[in-house]
């Protein structure tokens, strides 16, 4: 989503699977997979093509998201304990550590652990499913990279864990979307600039 292939560009299978340092199978398996949810199309006697992903396309995906981790949320809000929110409190200052280092592949590991413990703690294993399977696509690494993206994180996952604690669920909402509003919106600008929107 990241815009590395560009819509309508071809994939080819033995390419991908010298670059990724695999065989064609899982390459072949991964593409079927694509597919499936969208993102590449077969073209027949061509092999497959990257889909065109509009702006439209970019925040229905990110409202999507955002739909979900609210449901999650407010489920949160009603059962999380003090020792919970100790932990995620926590994990937020990995993520703070990772930040003020610069380190990217630290950055995602703590920002998947923060997100992973807190929609654990809301026993909907179905809901939190469909929220990983829509988030899959996320391209971690521009986000990672980002140190302003970091810092909104970081401050809304500090004012997340405030609203638990004090059990204010318009708070608990609104840092909630303000994440996924963030990522859209720094997305959307990255795609700008990658020209694929561009007649």
Known sequence: MAAEFRPGEYIRMDEAAARLGVSVTPVREALLTLRGEGMVHLVPHRGYAVAELSRTDVGDLFWLQSQIAVKLALRIADVVTAGELDELSRLNDQLREAVSRGSHDRVIEAEF???????????????????????????????????????????????????????????????????????????????????????
Not at 114 to 143: C, D, E
């Open 113 to 199: 652990e923060f997100h992973r413990r807190h929609n654990v703690i809301a026993n909907s294993g179905k809901l939190s499913w469909f929220l990983m399977g829509a988030t899959r696509y996320t391209p971690t690494q521009l986000y990672a990279s980002d140190p302003d993206w970091g810092q909104v994180a970081i401050d809304s996952h500090d004012r997340l864990i405030t609203a638990y604690r004090v059990g204010d669920k318009e708070q608990i909402v609104a840092q909630t979307q303000r994440q996924f509003d963030d990522g859209a919106t720094r997305l959307l600008a990255h795609l700008e600039t990658t020209g694929i929107w561009d007649e």
